[in-house]
């Protein structure tokens, strides 16, 4: 059974001109881009996607980070993709992460992380949702 994971790469992936090394290690372990894009997130949008770290010490923070900013956003599947995309990006902490992995290789910072994906099925269809139309996501 395939699997579907929601990932969006945060803006220094971008500055960075990280976006291809990254889209091609999750491609090399096997999973399949359904569909990808480029777009500036709004407050809106932010708050939506993080609206379970509200409150936090490190909202508003997060938000700064990335309100305002262009960001790619992407649906990607595979066998058990949920957990392979979060072994494959490593722990959020990057001085956590081990190397091989693309915070624990690629990034420092906790907040500028790199990466952001699903945790979840549940956050994956909250997630996807904010970024993408059901018909955007059909591969037939
Ligand atoms: P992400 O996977 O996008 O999910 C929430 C984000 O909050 C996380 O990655 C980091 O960018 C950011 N963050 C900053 N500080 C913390 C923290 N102490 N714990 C968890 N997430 C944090």
Redo the contacts with the bound molecule.
Sequence with gaps: MLERTFI?L?PSCIERGLVGEIISRLERKGLKIIQVKFLKMSRELVEEL?AV?RG????D??VK?LEGRRVVVMVVEGRRAIEVVRNI?GA??PVQALPGTIRGDLAID????L???S?SRESYEKEYKIFFKEEELQTI
């Design positions: 969006m945060k993080y770290h936090k010490p490190f909202y923070n997060l980070t990006i959020t902490d906790l907040t500028d992380n990466i952001h994906a945790d």
